[in-house]
């Protein structure tokens, strides 16, 4: 605003501010000694933050219970055999 620019979206900045994190943490992994064992640190630590998602959307974890026929399907079955 002082330099007469127009300002930004909360999110175009919180983006701008994560790029450059990203950017300031490959710098020093690649500066480091040891840039092997920064870059395994790194790695785990983006890991541990990452958050897992379940889906729905493909049971995962859910029971399911028995997979059997039912009575109305089985009287179907015997039906169309005939």
Same mark, same amino acid.
């Given at each position: 605003?002082?330099?007469?620019?127009?300002?930004?979206?909360?999110?175009?900045?919180? =983006?701008?501010?994560?790029?450059?994190?990203?950017?300031?943490?490959? =710098?020093?992994?690649?500066?480091?000694?040891?840039?092997?064992?920064?870059?395994? $640190?790194?790695?785990? $630590?983006?890991?541990?933050?990452?958050?897992?998602?379940?889906?729905?959307?493909?049971?995962?974890?859910?029971?399911?219970?028995?997979? =059997?026929?039912?009575?109305?399907?089985?009287?179907? $079955?015997?039906?169309?055999?005939?």
């Amino acid at each position: 605003l002082e330099n007469k620019q127009p300002g930004l979206p909360v999110g175009c900045l919180t =983006e701008r501010i994560k790029a450059e994190a990203l950017i300031k943490t490959v =710098e020093s992994v690649v500066t480091a000694d040891e840039p092997k064992q920064q870059l395994e $640190a790194f790695t785990a $630590a983006i890991i541990s933050v990452l958050p897992e998602h379940r889906s729905k959307k493909h049971l995962a974890g859910l029971d399911l219970g028995k997979q =059997e026929s039912s009575e109305s399907l089985k009287y179907r $079955a015997a039906a169309s055999i005939n």
